[in-house]
């Protein structure tokens, strides 16, 4: 499939998606639902039936979550990928953030020290200012 067929057949989709989901899974099949951005396909996969089984299957979730402002949903969401096996930096981020918005400071301090255990296995200077800025929030959130 030429790239130009492809683009105009995932707009396609991501239309009729919005539109009459039923429709688009009648007229694509599952053939573009990876093609889809992780948090999309995770709601995607929620709409269908399919349960959540990965780490980044509940962590995405629980992102949509967060942007529905369900912040309690998102941090039982997040917590869940974690029980699953999920081990990586964002999660923590996420879930500290999270818990910072329920007002649970301590909850947040210590998933948001998680994070910056976690992230500091990335060498990047991208990660290192991240983690500084993690730590200044971290200072601020126990006074």
């Given at each position: 499939?030429?790239?130009?067929?492809?683009?105009?057949?995932?707009?396609?989709?991501?239309?009729?998606?919005?539109?009459?989901?039923?429709?688009?899974?009648?007229?694509f099949?599952l053939?573009?639902?990876?093609?889809?951005?992780?948090?999309?396909v995770?709601?995607?996969?929620?709409?269908?039936?399919?349960n959540?089984?990965s780490?980044?299957?509940?962590?995405?979730?629980?992102?949509?979550a967060?942007l529905?402002?369900?912040?309690?949903?998102?941090a039982?969401?997040?917590?869940?990928?974690?029980?699953?096996?999920?081990d990586?930096?964002?999660?923590?981020?996420?879930?500290?953030?999270?818990?910072?918005?329920?007002?649970?400071k301590?909850?947040?301090?210590?998933?948001?020290?998680?994070?910056?255990?976690?992230?500091?296995?990335?060498?990047?200077?991208?990660?290192?200012?991240?983690?500084?800025?993690?730590?200044?929030?971290?200072?601020?959130?126990?006074?």
């Open positions: 499939m030429s790239e130009s067929l492809y683009s105009e057949q995932l707009r396609l989709f991501n239309e009729q998606l919005r539109k009459s989901p039923r429709r688009a899974y009648n007229m099949g053939s573009l639902l990876y093609s889809l951005e992780a948090g999309e995770a709601r995607e996969k929620h709409r269908l039936g399919i959540p089984t780490a980044y299957d509940f962590y995405n979730l629980g992102v949509l967060n529905a402002e369900r912040h309690e949903d998102a039982k969401l997040y917590e869940t990928a974690v029980e699953v096996g999920g990586f930096p964002e999660i923590y981020n996420n879930l500290g953030l999270t818990y910072e918005k329920l007002g649970k301590s909850k947040a301090v210590n998933a948001l020290q998680k994070f910056a255990d976690l992230a500091k296995k990335e060498d990047s200077e991208e990660m290192k200012s991240e983690i500084r800025e993690v730590k200044s929030h971290i200072r601020q959130l126990k006074g």
